[in-house]
């Protein structure tokens, strides 16, 4: 015997023998489901990650008996890893990391230019800054201007709101707390505790899945790692970078609070004749948030993963100390802003669009310095199927700082309009933010025209493939309704490949419309409307109605927002559904934010690679992953980290994958033709089935000859046009679903099988001495 993951392998009492590991896609699955039978057992793993068997098959390797007519399937569950428990609501605030997370790995592939990838990751990693910056902010912006600069100190606003007396001067009789600065350090609590919020969820989640080894292993001398980085030993162990880069995104939370609270109080003692001490006070505390801030810069830009080796190592005193050293000024910045200070009232705004305009400046300049960027590494080694040519990241990375800013802009206006409603006693937020609410009108009008092209061309897609539907079944009976469900399908199936034309006509307005709305609000000061009020009365209708129509739908938004997360806290379909948003959006490990949800693969690939290597060491077996949907992106993913040796005992089967479809062409630096190509080299086969009425999965297209030894032809869907014999009931259009209710799929299980030969197990001392070596290496 051998020690696997999780306890003793058993040694084969057959050697011949054959498993067959099911990984389900989007959405999860059952492991009654998967394998066809109520009665299942857990094999290994626990309730969030496990693998199941059949009750019959749980002692397949130890008990003697008939030989079997095909593999013993087992199911490797994963579903909870991203659809658990009620705390998975709570990922929805997460949103805009996740999306900018995503745009570190969207970059080219461009072998030999290691400089320009760094900074690639730099710039991906700095967007990412910006976020948290804005997200803390905007919560700066709720709690410290609109509630306790403005509206507890007007006297309409705060009679409107008695929970707010004891901060009003004049409702609380001048009360201890009714001074500004005071007022101030109360309500920093609130984006204080925010911050304090992701900190705790990114640790937890850091805990449960960052904390995953995989099996230690250096690379092979003949092993070509160059062509993926999937197939490095440290790829999906990001525990050092996370933990740094979470130190340094609260430390800058907490810095932002502190700059919030402290800055109206320095610019009232820097008024002729204020306090000298409380001045120099002031002065030394802005040094030292600069100073902080530098800290923060310097520790996210000093290196990202380390990937070729299991990096064990973390900064504990980095990881400690800078969050730390923030609070710590945070607790002096409000001990500073609650110095008492005679004469000091709260009138207009907070200097909030200096903030927000800062932000919004910044990040367009790094999304276009991204895109440059991206597109010199584009030009290193173009590959046509490649989204955008090269530019998914640098738009996804726009999306993500729109994404932010529509959550901000939505939760200070909706608080803006419960605290005054009619905007007459307090100014509201700034005047930036209502200019960016206003552009979102526009933004919906271009992608109307563009939804309205793409469902034209997809009506003249249909009547193309109605022709085709009636070609291919020349001897059933006519049924045109059947034929128009058909030809529909066939046609919705290939907008998933009309997705970067979207994307790159969203984020290109995006950034148009957001450099105009930032030109105007610094140029005006002024909202929309008022700013129109002199020019052509249909000018000034149209900005009045872009106002008005961008704070409705923000509003909107933000509530439809909150609803759906309520719904997703309280019920587990609803968790379901954001889990499938998940399963997409987090298989990347966490190498730009800290606080986007949590790579699950991080804990899902360790779990396959562990399974197959214990699993084909012990027994010497014939093994077959077969991946569906994300599966098979899984299992792609366990395939490369494998060693060389058991790379080649290991047969993959991938039916519905987005393998070429969506990673190839928008990660092509890690599922690149080359890649894919590689993969098809180290594994001993890979047969990858797909529908041409699937609208995720498709084929992998490998070059030369390579391509129709993976890609078998498109299945038929459905399996039959009318009623037969065979299918005495009108057969259904499965789609993306139930590809091994096709005949085929047995058929080529059968194939890889037949392909892998069995080999003994090495005996138990061998097999120590060697683990005991590749430890001691290690």
């Not at 500004?180 to 304090?196: S, Y």
């Not at 991206?374 to 290193?380: D, E, G, I, K, Q």
Request: positive net charge; glycine residues 10%; contains cysteine.
């Amino acid at each position: 015997m051998s020690e696997g993951a999780d306890g003793p392998a058993q040694k084969s009492g057959n050697p011949g023998i054959a498993l067959e590991l099911l990984v389900h896609g989007v959405g999860g699955a059952t492991p009654e489901k998967m394998l066809d039978d109520p009665r299942t057992v857990r094999i290994t793993g626990d309730d969030t990650a496990a693998v199941y068997r059949r009750a019959d098959d749980a002692e397949a390797e130890t008990s003697p008996g008939e030989p079997r007519s095909g593999p013993v399937p087992e199911a490797y569950v994963w579903s909870n890893l991203t659809s658990g428990n009620s705390a998975r609501a709570l990922w929805l605030l997460l949103l805009p990391f996740m999306v900018v997370n995503l745009a570190h790995w969207m970059r080219p592939s461009a072998r030999g230019r290691d400089r320009t990838v760094r900074l690639y990751g730099l710039l991906v990693r700095l967007a990412g800054l910006t976020l948290t910056v804005l997200l803390v902010a905007a919560a700066c912006e709720v709690a410290l201007d609109l509630t306790a600069w403005q509206c507890a100190g007007t006297r309409a606003c705060a009679e409107r709101h008695t929970w707010l007396g004891f901060l009003s001067p004049t409702d609380s009789d001048g009360g201890w707390w009714s001074p500004p600065g005071r007022r101030l350090a109360l309500a920093a609590l609130v984006p204080a505790t925010l911050t304090g919020l992701l900190w705790y969820l990114s640790r937890r989640t850091w805990s449960a899945y960052e904390s995953q080894q995989p099996i230690s292993r250096t690379a092979e001398p003949d092993e070509d790692t160059g062509r993926t980085a999937l197939g490095r030993p440290g790829f999906w162990y990001g525990r050092r970078l996370v933990a740094r880069l979470r130190a340094a995104h609260t430390a800058a939370g907490l810095l932002t609070v502190a700059a919030a609270v402290s800055t109206p109080a320095a610019g009232f003692d820097r008024r002729p004749g204020g306090p000298a001490l409380l001045d120099t006070l002031g002065w030394l505390l802005a040094g030292a948030v600069v100073a902080g801030a530098a800290a923060v810069l310097w520790v996210v830009c000093r290196r990202g993963r380390s990937e070729n080796r299991l990096d064990r190592e973390l900064d504990e005193h980095l990881v400690r100390r800078l969050p730390l050293g923030a609070l710590l000024l945070l607790a002096l910045a409000m001990l500073y802003a609650g110095w008492e200070r005679p004469g000091w009232v709260s009138q207009g705004r907070l200097p909030g669009d200096a903030t927000f305009g800062g932000i919004a400046l910044l990040q367009g300049l790094l999304v276009i310095v991204l895109a440059v960027v991206a597109h010199l590494l584009y030009r290193t080694h173009p590959e046509p199927r490649a989204a955008m040519h090269g530019l998914g990241g640098p738009a996804v990375a726009m999306l993500a700082c729109a994404l932010g800013g529509v959550m901000s802009g939505g939760l200070s206006q909706r608080v803006a309009d419960w605290l005054d409603g009619t905007r007459t006693s307090v100014p509201g937020p700034p005047v930036l933010l209502t200019w960016q609410s206003s552009v979102i009108p526009p933004l919906l009008v271009v992608l109307l025209l563009l939804c309205g092209l793409l469902g034209w061309r997809t009506w003249l897609l249909r009547r193309t493939e109605l022709a085709a539907v009636r070609t291919d079944r020349p001897d059933a009976p006519e049924d045109p309704t059947r034929t128009r469900r058909i030809a529909n399908t066939l046609a919705m199936a290939t907008l998933t490949d009309r997705a970067p034309l979207l994307v790159a006509v969203i984020s290109t307005t995006t950034l148009l419309l957001g450099a105009g709305a930032l030109v105007g609000a610094m140029v005006s000061d002024k909202v929309p409307s008022a700013a129109t009020e002199a020019t052509h009365p249909f000018l000034h209708g149209a900005a009045e109605t872009a106002q008005a129509l961008g704070s409705w739908l923000i509003g909107l938004g933000f509530i439809l927002f909150v609803t759906w997360g309520r719904r997703a806290y309280k019920d587990a379909s609803a968790r379901r559904t954001i889990g499938i948003l998940w399963d997409v959006g987090t298989f990347w490990p966490r190498a730009a934010h800290p606080f986007a949800p949590p790579c699950y693969a991080e804990r899902a690939v360790p779990d396959l690679t562990w399974r197959m290597a214990t699993w084909t060491d012990a027994t010497g077996g014939r093994l077959v992953i077969s991946g569906h949907s994300q599966g098979s992106v899984l299992a792609a993913a366990a395939a490369w980290q494998l060693s060389p040796p058991v790379r080649k005992r290991v047969a993959l089967l991938t039916y519905g994958s987005p393998l070429e479809r969506l990673y190839g062409r928008w990660f092509p630096a890690h599922f690149g033709p080359a890649a894919l190509s590689s993969l098809h080299h180290d594994v001993d086969c890979w047969r990858n089935l797909y529908r041409l009425t699937d609208p995720i999965g498709g084929p992998v297209r490998l070059p030369g000859d390579c391509g129709p030894e993976v890609d078998h032809d498109a299945l038929k869907d459905p399996l039959a046009y009318g009623r037969t014999e065979t299918h005495p009931l009108p057969a259904p259009i499965l789609g993306h679903s139930d590809y091994q209710a096709d005949p085929e799929f047995a058929v080529e299980r059968e194939r890889l099988l037949a392909r892998l030969r069995p080999e003994l197990p090495a005996p138990r001392r061998k097999r120590d001495a060697q683990g005991d070596s590749g430890r001691s290496s290690a």
